[in-house]
């Protein structure tokens, strides 16, 4: 007969269920699970893992309701993006005549893009030290929080013990008190 668990010969399967039914034992003895319990979750019918593709698809597009029912099939998409015929080569000969305009009145447009990238690479490192500033910062301020909470409970634990001490030496003084006044003169 086939053992209920198999394992790799160097895994000691009865060492470790061993250990397993130790820890049990010492929870119901510190009072931590009943036997009923216990048997609840031995007696547990087992499930099978559910596979993803069985699990339902629960969340909907919410800034755009309805996107994928409207949204194109990509051969239709393919289809609509292929000119063919006279058009195609007219629309060819226009774009021809036309990109060295397009270039000249884009040029300014270029180079000031082109100027505003380089003012930002100058000002990286500058970014990058100061969200280095900012963890130190941050982590400084936690610190501090951390202390001073530290601090509070212990200035509510020594004032709690100077109450008691006040309440000994109060408790001490009606003493001394009531033993005076038993005492004869």
Do not use: C, W
């Amino acid at each position: 007969m086939e053992p209920f668990i198999q394992a790799a010969a160097e895994i000691d399967v009865d060492e470790i269920m061993a250990a397993i039914q130790k820890k049990i034992q010492e929870k119901k003895d510190a009072g931590l699970l009943k036997q009923s319990e216990i048997d609840e979750i031995s007696e547990m019918e087992l499930q099978p893992l559910p596979d993803f593709l069985d699990i339902p698809h629960i969340y909907e597009p919410v800034l755009y309701p309805g996107f994928a029912e409207n949204m194109a099939a990509p051969e239709q998409l393919q289809e609509a993006m292929q000119e063919t015929g006279p058009a195609k080569a007219v629309l060819k000969k226009v774009r021809r005549l036309l990109s060295p305009l397009l270039r000249f009145m884009n040029r300014p447009m270029y180079v000031e893009l082109k100027t505003n990238i380089l003012d930002l690479q100058k000002k990286v490192p500058i970014v990058l030290q100061s969200s280095e500033y900012i963890r130190l910062l941050h982590n400084a301020a936690h610190n501090l929080i951390v202390e001073a909470t530290k601090l509070k409970t212990e200035e509510e634990l020594l004032k709690t013990r100077l109450r008691i001490l006040e309440d000994k030496v109060e408790f001490l003084e009606n003493r001394q008190r009531a033993l005076e006044k038993k005492l004869p003169s």
